[in-house]
């Protein structure tokens, strides 16, 4: 079965230093993995996605993030933080095939930017 | 143009009541999905629908949750006989198709039984 583990419940930075948020993922082909960013009292919105394409793939907001097979790993990184970055995100999988089309979600990593 | 959009934003229910919750994909996204956000939960899939058929609903936590799609567009999470633990955010999702396509999310129906 195919899922996504996010290493950290929470992280703080402080603002204008680097972001890293950690997520593994487990699947027996290649996934679609994806970032969504949700603020406070808001929807969730798309960060970025990887289909197999470049390994590295930028988003919005100047977030990146990489897919390391050998590691299976896609870490959401940001060089430096914003206040507006205050969030929760979530690491996210595809699943589809046969009769199924869904995405399974980490339990998310609570972001503070310090001032 | 206009994204995913969820009625009503906030619903109080009484115990053992109905509800009825709506969503307006965004126009021409074949596919729709409900998912349900709870502090316990997390994030969880309930229901995929590909034009007005659901081939997969083994996300409904029990038979008291149905959904319905109608014209490939508008669709209904009802919930019967609400129980506290049904409590939540319910989201509403849509992509243009299935597979890799990426799904946009409504900004959801806070869900408060008491």
């Known amino acids: 079965a195919q899922s996504v583990t996010q290493l950290d419940s929470h992280v703080s930075v402080s603002e204008g230093t680097p972001v890293l948020l950690r997520c593994n993922y487990s699947?027996?082909?290649?996934?679609?993995l994806f970032w969504y960013v949700q603020h406070p009292n808001k929807g969730l919105q798309l960060l970025l996605k990887?289909?197999?394409?470049?390994?590295l793939v930028k988003g919005i907001n100047g977030f990146e993030a990489e897919f390391k097979k050998s590691e299976t790993s896609f870490h959401l990184t940001k060089p430096s933080a914003h206040m507006s970055d205050a969030a929760e995100y979530f690491c996210?999988?595809?699943?589809?095939?046969?009769?199924?089309?869904?995405?399974?979600f980490g339990t998310g990593t609570l972001l503070a930017v310090q001032p | 143009g206009a994204g995913v959009s969820q009625s009503p934003s906030n619903k109080v229910t009484e115990k053992g009541k109905d509800v009825e919750l709506r969503c307006d994909p965004i126009s021409g996204h074949t596919a729709l999905y409900w998912y349900r956000q709870s502090l316990g939960q997390g994030l969880e899939f309930l229901i995929y629908?590909?034009?007005?058929?659901?081939?997969?609903k083994s996300g409904l936590p029990s038979d008291r949750f149905s959904a319905e799609r109608t014209g490939g567009s508008v669709s209904t999470l009802t919930i019967q006989r609400t129980q506290q633990e049904d409590s939540a955010v319910y989201l509403c999702?849509?992509?243009?198709?299935?597979?890799?396509?990426?799904?946009?999310f409504g900004p959801g129906t806070r869900l408060t039984v008491t």
């Open positions: 699947s027996s082909y290649s996934p679609s």
């Open positions: 629908f590909q034009g007005n058929s659901a081939p997969d």
């Open positions: 990887y289909t197999s394409a470049a390994t």
């Open positions: 999702a849509s992509s243009l198709g299935r597979s890799s396509y990426e799904q946009y």
């Open positions: 996210v999988v595809s699943v589809s095939g046969g009769a199924t089309n869904k995405l399974i």
